[in-house]
Every structure is written in structure tokens, then in C-alpha cells.
């Protein structure tokens, strides 16, 4: 497997990419669901790019370490997202699978409008999301500024 270190000045760089791009579909964003933990740091800054909008945290399990599960797994979520349009942010849309379970999720709490951003999505991903700022080979495993001592622990 092969690694992409990413950069705090390449993570504000992808933010604005994102965030230029939902703004020239002319999607306006009432609040956003950040998928945990990856996607919280991303929805932070695009929260902020949008004027400091609402973040629903919503937990997701796709993976132990770097070993991804068979099924993903979602907490329950409690957040009034209806009637609203809702950006559901993640870090990277790897498989696909995350993103659609959550999208599919979300649907049963009928918000307004439901889009997708993620800060980098790989090559051979399923549905990539509505939103993003890099594709990857679908080998390229992307290590994040916010996670550098996961992956010492997760590799000894």
C-alpha cells in the first residue's frame, strides 16, 4: 500500500476547492452531518466557510484501524435535518459503501436537499460524491494532519 501525506496548508487548500464548488452549484447549506471521526475536522472548516452553520456529528464504523468491517455501522442519529439542505461531509470517500448507507439514512429524515462533499475520493469508489477537491488511486492510503499518531499506533 502506498501513503499520501497530506498537509495542513493542502487540507485549507481542498476546504476552499469544496467550498467554491458547492457555492457555483448554487447549493446553500442550512447545516451539515460530519461522518466520525474523519469528517469532523473537514466540516469544522467548511462550517466555517459557510458563516459558521450547525454540525451534526453522526458516528460511522467502516473500519478497526486500518481493517475495513464487512458491514458499516451507524449510531443512531437525533438531529432536525428535515425540511433543511444538508451537506454531509467526510475526510475521503474510499469504497463507497459509508457514503451511501449514511445518504440512505439521512433520505428517512426527508431534509430538503442532501449533498455530499469529501475532501478526497478514490479512483474506483462507488457514486463519488457530490463535491470534491482530489481523486486518488485506489491504492493510496490518504493520512490526514488530524491522524498522524492513528497510524503510528495502527502500524507499531
Known amino acids: 500500500m502506498k501513503y499520501r501525506i497530506v498537509s495542513w496548508r493542502e487540507i485549507d487548500a481542498c476546504v476552499a476547492t469544496v467550498g467554491r464548488a458547492i457555492r457555483a452549484a448554487r447549493f446553500h447549506p442550512d447545516c451539515i452531518v460530519a461522518i466520525l471521526k474523519g469528517g469532523l475536522i473537514p466540516a469544522r472548516l467548511l462550517?466555517?466557510?459557510?458563516?459558521?452553520?450547525?454540525?451534526?456529528?453522526?458516528?460511522?464504523?467502516?473500519?478497526?484501524?486500518?481493517?475495513?468491517?464487512?458491514?458499516?455501522?451507524?449510531?443512531?442519529?437525533?438531529?432536525?435535518?428535515?425540511?433543511?439542505?444538508?451537506?454531509?461531509?467526510?475526510d475521503i470517500h474510499d469504497s463507497g459503501q459509508t457514503l451511501q448507507k449514511v445518504m440512505r439514512h439521512l433520505q428517512r429524515h426527508r431534509p430538503r436537499a442532501l449533498c455530499a462533499a469529501t475532501l478526497f475520493c478514490k479512483h474506483n469508489a462507488l457514486q463519488p460524491p457530490d463535491f470534491l477537491a482530489h481523486t486518488v488511486a485506489p491504492d493510496v492510503w490518504v493520512v490526514f494532519p488530524w491522524e498522524k499518531n492513528e497510524m503510528k499506533n495502527a502500524h507499531g
Request: hydrophobic content about 35%; glycine content about 4%; proline content about 7%.
Open 47 to 90: 462550517s466555517d466557510f459557510f458563516g459558521s452553520i450547525e454540525i451534526y456529528p453522526l458516528r460511522v464504523k467502516p473500519y478497526v484501524k486500518t481493517h475495513k468491517l464487512e458491514h458499516v455501522r451507524l449510531e443512531s442519529f437525533r438531529y432536525p435535518i428535515g425540511r433543511k439542505n444538508v451537506l454531509l461531509v467526510d
